[in-house]
């Protein structure tokens, strides 16, 4: 048995008895783990509130060879990231972006995933503390490049002719954009809705809010074709529906 430290996220946790909870986590040196915090939920526990979604901190835990399961020992705070389920949106966002790395992370030290993730919460905790209740899409996108599945928004997936400013259609099961040349293949992307999809692909806030609706359906169905592999995502389909 081994002791150790490291910088890790709360992605996600379950309740294992009347005291104790199994944390989900993306660490900085092992990747994704999980870890037992024994009396977690009890009144006057070490950890108090901190274990939740979210929240980042300095995980000590023991490891032993051949167990997936670690036991959390310490947890110092870092970031709280407070008040992210004061906006749906936000806070859905954040699952999402939780979510495809507790389950598309690779099961070792992936520091770039663990900055991208890092990044997206914080960026969607800064729209808490400004007062912007939406947003936030281009976070997804960020970890969807990283996780490798970036889609191809600059020539036809079809023709493979560069994507002009006629009509194009977004093709999820194609990874990218179909020309008017090439038929029907996905819904039809508006020149101002094509402009913000190329926004939030390359890591920019939307410059309307009000196209986080189909913005977000579109990113739904992207993911669902590439990256859920035929499981299903708990967060999606409240992606879908962001208005």
């Known amino acids: 048995m081994s002791l150790v430290t490291t910088r890790a996220v709360v992605l996600q946790t379950y309740r294992y008895s009347e005291t104790s909870k199994i944390l989900r986590l993306m660490t900085w040196e092992l990747g994704p783990c999980s870890a037992l915090a024994r009396g977690a939920l009890r009144p006057k526990s070490r950890f108090g509130g901190l274990l939740e979604p979210f929240v980042e901190g300095e ?53 770039e995933l663990y900055r991208m993730l890092t990044r997206g919460l914080d960026g969607l905790h800064r729209n808490v503390r400004e007062g912007d209740p939406a947003g936030g899409l281009e976070h997804v996108w960020g970890l969807v490049d990283v996780l490798g599945f970036r889609p191809e928004l600059d020539r036809c997936v079809g023709c493979r002719r560069p994507i002009g400013g006629g009509s194009v259609r977004f093709d999820f099961a194609a990874g990218g954009l179909r020309c008017a040349s090439c038929g029907p293949g996905g819904p039809q992307l508006a020149p101002g809705e094509l402009d913000t999809l190329r926004r939030l692909v390359e890591g920019l806030p939307a410059a309307d809010a009000g196209s986080v609706g189909k913005q977000g359906l579109w990113l739904a169905e992207f993911i669902r074709h590439h990256l859920a592999e035929g499981s299903t995502l708990k967060s999606l389909p409240f992606l879908s529906r962001l208005t």
């Open 59 to 111: 995980a000590t835990f023991f490891t032993k060879d051949g167990r997936d399961l670690h036991t959390l020992s310490d947890f110092e705070l870092v970031r709280a990231r407070r008040g992210l389920d004061r906006s749906i949106a936000l806070f859905t966002v954040a699952s999402v972006l939780c979510e495809l790395v507790m389950r598309l992370a690779p099961e070792h030290r992936d520091i």
